[in-house]
């Protein structure tokens, strides 16, 4: 800041007094573009107003009631004001942490999702994924500019419901893509002509070449890791999609055909029965094929991962009753935190078997998840012991 500048505030507040000396901070800092200078101004002004101590010496210090609300809404005022001119000046990342003091994300997410990030790719990704503030816009611009592979490892690294799905949609579709297209490229190099067909299915019908001498279209670590997290998709269309990369993956040569954990031991062929369950196919043989797994699987040395899954697909394909069963049988021991699969207790609820739910909670010495239970029985109906 200038000499001049100094000189001439000192001027406005003699002659026009503190408002125009107010008037200057302001005018100067929209002048200069000094936005943080402009938020100190209004909150300056604010404390000048309510006669609080203009320097704040004691930062723990309380604002009296009675002029606690008036500055905090003028701290609300002045951050969305100058964090809104950093936005109309395209500089996300400086107006980024006056929203997120006052836990606003909706102008930052707009601004986000219209944006072309160049120099501050990384500074956008970070408040768009990692702060969640728009994931599935974030997530685009991971896969767009860094790539599956980092894709991947991001997604692995976040934590919260809120956008995961929309990323694991674009994770299996950008794979899905991606094969596709290698296989059309292969294809025309081949046969003289791109082929019509535009799914994996229709591109390797009849053409076993394709797989010969190992030939793979995919990083086949990609395509492993995103099988695995396809378990999670309720989307039909995309659980129709990783049916398909597990029909490709089955197609691979031997050195790609990799032995999984139990009960995907068979990685292909085994995440298909399960996702084809989930799409409606043969839902009896896969659970069948699943309890074989669990009957076959010694828990002191693969763990409680197979009767896990069991329990977990017969709760995605509603069928509670048995899932309880499996649990009840399989899975007793193990504390609910240790799950990665719905609780017995849970199944129960899911079930609206409240009568079992009492009875296995009393058994367990949980109160309050008999005490749900109890709550949940129609009135007038006899409580089961």
């Given amino acids: 800041m200038s000499d001049d500048a100094f000189d001439r505030i000192e001027q406005a507040l003699r002659s026009g007094g503190a408002e125009a000396g107010f008037d200057f901070l302001v005018q100067k800092s929209l002048e200069d573009k000094n936005y943080p200078l402009l938020f100190e101004a209004r909150l300056l002004q604010k404390r000048h107003e309510l006669g609080l101590p203009l320097i704040q010496t004691d930062p723990s210090a309380d604002l009296p009631a009675e002029k606690r609300r008036p500055y905090e809404e003028t701290f609300l005022q002045a951050a969305r004001e100058v964090g809104g001119l950093f936005l109309a000046d395209g500089n996300i990342a400086r107006a980024w942490p006056y929203f997120r003091a006052i836990g606003e994300t909706a102008p930052v997410a707009a601004a986000i999702d219209k944006a072309e990030p160049k120099d501050d790719l990384e500074s956008i990704v970070a408040i768009a994924?990692?702060?969640?503030?728009h994931p599935k816009k974030g997530f685009e611009l991971i896969l767009a500019n860094y790539g599956i592979c980092r894709a991947i490892t991001c997604f692995g690294q976040y934590p919260d419901r809120n956008g995961r799905d929309d990323c694991l949609r674009l994770l299996v579709r950008t794979l899905y893509h991606e094969i596709a297209e290698n296989l059309k490229r292969v294809i025309a190099q081949q046969e003289g002509q791109a082929p019509e067909a535009a799914g994996i299915p229709a591109l390797i019908e009849g053409r076993d070449w394709l797989f010969e001498g190992n030939c793979?279209?995919?990083?086949?670590?990609?395509?492993v890791s995103i099988l695995g997290l396809s378990l999670d998709l309720d989307d039909p269309e995309m659980l129709r999609l990783a049916v398909d990369l597990t029909e490709y993956g089955k197609r691979l040569g031997s050195l790609f055909q990799y032995k999984g954990d139990p009960p995907f031991e068979d990685i292909y062929a085994d995440h298909g029965v399960y996702l084809r369950a989930l799409v409606g196919e043969d839902?009896?043989?896969?659970?069948?094929?699943?309890?074989?797994?669990?009957?076959?699987s010694d828990p002191s040395q693969v763990g409680s991962g197979p009767a896990q899954v069991?329990?977990?697909?017969?709760?995605?394909?509603?069928?509670?009753?048995e899932a309880i069963e499996v649990s009840l049988e399989q899975l007793r021991d193990l504390d609910s935190s240790q799950l990665a699969c719905p609780s017995v207790l849970q199944l129960c609820q899911l079930a609206g078997n409240y009568d079992r739910l009492r009875q296995i909670a009393r058994q367990q010495g949980d109160i309050v998840s008999f005490a749900a239970g109890a709550l949940q029985t129609e009135p007038g109906r006899p409580v089961v012991p």
Avoid: N, W
């Fill in 283 to 296: 839902v009896d043989g896969a659970i069948a094929h699943f309890r074989r797994k669990v009957a076959e």
């Fill in 129 to 133: 994924f990692q702060e969640r503030v």
């Fill in 216 to 223: 793979y279209y995919v990083d086949t670590s990609h395509l």
């Fill in 310 to 321: 069991l329990v977990g697909l017969l709760a995605r394909l509603e069928r509670y009753e």
